[in-house]
């Protein structure tokens, strides 16, 4: 279990591209900025660098294929207290290696440092294969979450019946929560104008139902958020 802290990593992963792992990234830097807390994002994906293109002033691109790329993370500790990294799709063996040259785990303690892992998940059968690499790699050091994206669909009984579940709940003591679903159109167009959620709300070409359904779409994901606010920010902020 992660110790007591003033800085904590959230790194938003899932099983390969087109799960909604970036767009639940974008969501939650969205959440910090309108809830004031102080934060640094980090864009690993070099084939889609979504959160990089729509909060450019608050994330790095960070290329994970490079040696050493992700140690840009470990010198902005003096800067900030809390991380957040959009991971690029099946990166969780870099992630593994890079805690292990960093010797991140045995020195969370001294550094005061704690891991949070949100897994975007969808009905799709193949959609836990990270996750149980992750549980399997880092077990209980870290906090887990299942974000389920309704987005991808309503029906997560594969996932819901699986003994992996089972253990994600009892033995890891994990926790989930839900990614409501923003219509498609609505999406679309936020991303023609390379618009933010905030942009979009106070920006006259996204017309107003399509503003109407942004502003409930993230008041009905901060709800979500706040049910597990503790594991989002340091502990000592909490």
Request: proline share 3%.
């Amino acid at each position: 279990m992660d110790t007591t802290s003033n800085k904590r990593i959230v790194f938003i992963t899932g099983d390969k591209g087109g799960v909604g792992k970036s767009f639940t990234a974008r969501t939650l830097v969205q959440y910090y900025i309108d809830h004031q807390i102080p934060f640094r994002a980090y864009d690993t994906d070099p084939v889609n660098p979504n959160l990089s293109q729509f909060y450019p002033d608050v994330t790095t691109s960070l290329n994970i294929e490079e040696e050493g790329a992700l140690d840009t993370i470990r010198y902005d500790f003096d800067k900030h207290s809390l991380f957040v990294v959009d991971c690029a799709a099946r990166s969780i063996r870099d992630l593994d290696l890079w805690f292990k040259e960093m010797n991140l785990f045995e020195q969370r303690t001294s550094l005061k440092l704690s891991f949070t892992f949100l897994f975007v998940v969808t009905p799709d059968k193949s959609c836990t294969f990270i996750m149980k690499d992750a549980l399997e790699r880092f077990g209980k050091v870290a906090r887990y979450v299942v974000i389920k994206n309704m987005a991808k669909g309503s029906n997560f009984s594969l996932y819901d019946e699986s003994k992996l579940r089972q253990a994600f709940l009892i033995e890891y003591g994990g926790q989930e929560i839900l990614l409501p679903k923003l219509l498609e159109r609505t999406v679309v167009n936020l991303d023609h104008y390379d618009l933010g959620f905030s942009a979009a709300l106070n920006d006259n070409r996204i017309i107003s139902p399509d503003r109407s359904r942004v502003f409930s779409f993230l008041s009905r994901a901060y709800a979500q958020f706040l049910s597990i606010n503790n594991w989002l920010i340091p502990e000592e902020q909490s």
